[in-house]
């Protein structure tokens, strides 16, 4: 399932070593959120300047990261979850064989249990996001007239808009790492959990 | 893994299976719909926070009757067993008639999924990851579109988005387990 044996010279043999690349990952895609929502939260006029180039970058960088840990396609860690590879990747220029990328694959029994326990698993923690993030953003979509609910409450009142100022700024990062969450959860639970290659073998 | 009879509907036959998921996704969408007519943010002034409240819970809970991380719905709970019934507790219970019935009940819906009954969830759940995916693109275009021509239906449309994500994340495994397994599904019997 993995198809990456080294990123950087580094081999990915070992367990350990895949685990210190997911929580790179993550941990550079938590930093890229956080500069994303102090950019939109501070509204620094060097960063104001820079808004342009660094919005290319950021998104680049996140178009980068949708394809880093793989899955979707034929160039990440792990192999691509409908079993296509290069040979098939080429032949999709050819839309005549397009039946054929579907019919062959090159995942074995193993491959498609792993691949589709992952997405359960995935699937199971996501349900629990979702929960826990889609609950209080529909309550902030809810109760955004703070006027109306807090009039006579001073000092909640301007508690609220504290939280409504966070959360304008921080909206579009989080719904980034959210997607981020969703579209990599089942690549980064396989390259956590899959054995040592020696041990696996 | 799919029950034979929910709400006194059968669900022998595929058709009838295709035909529980078409209503159930119809009621969802009226749900939806109804959904989309409330102001955001919401003028709590005018009264309107219970109906939205009431709509929102039951929007919310109709995917619990699918079943599948949830007991009593249409397709086996998936996690198997919560809580463990001793045998002599199990034999006590069984010796009244009345009650036999509904301990076998219980001990069906709460028996673990076997291996054949994971491998057609890890199946659904796959496709339905994938399928919630490209969803989400027809979603962010037509979200950014209402952005462009009307700022006060984007409170709204992303409200009424965020409500289907929550739905469909709980929902769609069950809908395309129940859409695709053929008629001779083993079935595990009646609702509680």
Redesign the interface.
């Known amino acids: 399932m993995i198809s990456k044996r080294t990123f950087l010279g580094i081999s990915l043999a070992r367990r350990s070593t895949r685990r210190w690349l997911v929580a790179g990952f993550w941990t550079f895609a938590l930093l890229l959120a956080a500069l994303a929502f102090l950019m939109r939260y501070f509204h620094l006029p060097w960063l104001q300047l820079q808004w342009f180039w660094l919005s290319c970058g950021l998104a680049v960088l996140s178009g980068w990261m949708f394809r880093f840990l793989g899955g979707t396609g034929i160039d990440g860690v792990v192999g691509d979850?409908t079993g296509r590879t290069e040979t098939h990747a080429a032949r999709f220029v050819d839309l005549l064989q397009w039946k054929d990328k579907f019919e062959t694959s090159s995942l074995d029994e193993r491959d498609k249990?792993l691949?589709?326990?992952a997405?359960?698993d995935?699937?199971r923690i996501?349900?629990q996001v979702?929960?826990i993030v889609?609950i209080p953003?529909?309550l902030l979509?809810?109760?955004?007239?703070t006027e109306?609910?807090f009039s006579n409450k001073p000092k909640l009142a301007s508690f609220m808009h504290g939280i409504f100022q966070i959360w304008d700024a921080g909206n579009l990062p989080l719904f980034l790492l959210f997607?981020l969450l969703?579209?990599t959860l089942?690549q980064t639970l396989i390259l956590w959990f899959e054995p040592d290659v020696e041990e696996a073998q | 893994m799919i029950r034979t009879r929910i709400f006194g509907i059968s669900l022998e036959t595929r058709r009838a299976r295709r035909l529980f998921v078409a209503g159930f996704w119809l009621a969802e969408a009226v749900m939806l719909a109804v959904l989309f007519q409330f102001p955001m943010p919401l003028e709590i002034a005018h009264g309107k926070l219970l109906p939205l409240v009431i709509v929102l819970a039951v929007a919310s809970n109709l995917p619990l009757y699918l079943g599948g991380f949830s007991t009593g719905g249409a397709v086996k709970y998936y996690e198997g067993r919560r809580f463990q019934l001793k045998p002599e507790t199990v034999a006590r219970l069984s010796a009244k008639p009345k009650h036999a019935r509904l301990v076998n009940r219980l001990l069906t819906e709460m028996r673990p999924v076997d291996e054949r009954e994971a491998q057609l969830r890890d199946w659904a759940y796959h496709r339905a990851h994938r399928l919630l995916f490209w969803m989400l693109y027809p979603g962010a275009v037509v979200y950014l579109a209402v952005a462009a021509i009307s700022l006060s239906l984007v409170a709204r449309l992303g409200f009424v988005l965020l409500e289907f994500f929550l739905i469909a994340s709980m929902s769609l495994p069950q809908s395309l387990l129940l859409w695709t397994l053929p008629e001779d599904e083993p079935q595990i019997g009646e609702s509680l």
């Open positions: 979850f249990r691949r589709n326990a997405h359960y995935a699937y996501l349900r979702i929960r889609v953003v529909m979509l809810i109760m955004r007239p109306l609910l997607l969703f579209w089942p």
